[in-house]
């Protein structure tokens, strides 16, 4: 199947700094990439999805501002953790699609960020 | 009431048998269905997918669709220890949203 990275895969940091958690689609384009979070023993919560070359468009409750999405390119999309905050620490994981359809859906191997 | 439900578990089974899992949800307008296996601290991994009501099989999967009862199934045949995993179910809602469930831990034990 297709392959998706996400790079860090685990990033500790202060209360107040920003942290950039980059997801890559290896061997094909994604139209469109998902950003999610899991807290523990909880489910995947989407935050956003972004398609390249457009703004992002968020879930209710997600802050646009402090959770900055970027895409690019067609292999590159990019979430921001604007002055990060202890309630911010979770598992971060970005999915990509080929044709935006739910059943070409790939996830990346996840972002632990871990806010002190 | 939550759009997916499904029990956490945990859900302890011995190597070889049996093993279902299952979620309901609320909006009949519902169209794909699937599940991810996900191990701990990674991403979900693609098990199924199907949009119609029925069987699919897959090797040692079975996914199962029930949408006047809305209910679907994942059934894993002669489990192994290497099954051992959270698995999700996801249900596609409209606008490209995945619903996931809060996905059941499963052990299978030697």
């Known amino acids: 199947g297709a392959v998706v990275s996400q790079h860090p895969s685990r990033v500790i940091c202060k209360s107040g700094t920003s942290v950039k958690i980059e997801c890559r689609s290896l061997?094909?384009?994604?139209?469109?990439m998902f950003w999610y979070r899991q807290f523990p023993k909880q489910s995947l919560m989407l935050m956003a999805t972004?398609?390249?070359?457009?703004?992002?468009?968020?879930e209710q409750g997600v802050e646009k501002d402090k959770f900055l999405i970027n895409h690019a390119s067609l292999t590159l999309s990019t979430l921001t953790v604007t002055s990060a905050h202890p309630e911010d620490s979770s598992f971060y994981i970005c999915?990509?699609?080929?044709?935006?359809?739910?059943?070409?859906?790939?996830f990346g191997p996840g972002t632990r960020l871990l806010v002190l | 009431q939550k759009e997916v439900e499904q029990d956490p578990g945990p859900l302890s089974v011995p190597e070889g048998a049996i093993v279902s899992l299952n979620c309901t949800y609320s909006?009949?307008?519902?169209?794909?269905f699937m599940w991810y296996r996900q191990y701990s601290r990674k991403g979900p991994e693609l098990l199924m997918y199907?949009?119609?009501?029925g069987n699919k099989e897959d090797g040692r999967f079975t996914a199962q669709v029930d949408k006047s009862s809305k209910y679907i199934s994942l059934f894993i045949r002669d489990s192994q220890p290497s099954d051992s995993a959270t698995y999700l179910c996801?249900?596609?809602?409209?606008?490209?949203?995945?619903?996931f469930g809060t996905g059941t831990q499963l052990k299978v034990e030697l």
């Open positions: 996801a249900i596609e809602g409209g606008g490209n949203k995945l619903t």
């Open positions: 972004s398609n390249e070359g457009s703004k992002a468009t968020y």
């Open positions: 061997d094909f384009q994604a139209t469109t």
């Open positions: 199907t949009y119609s009501s």
């Open positions: 909006n009949s307008a519902f169209q794909y």
């Open positions: 999915s990509a699609s080929l044709s935006g359809g739910q059943e070409t859906q790939y």
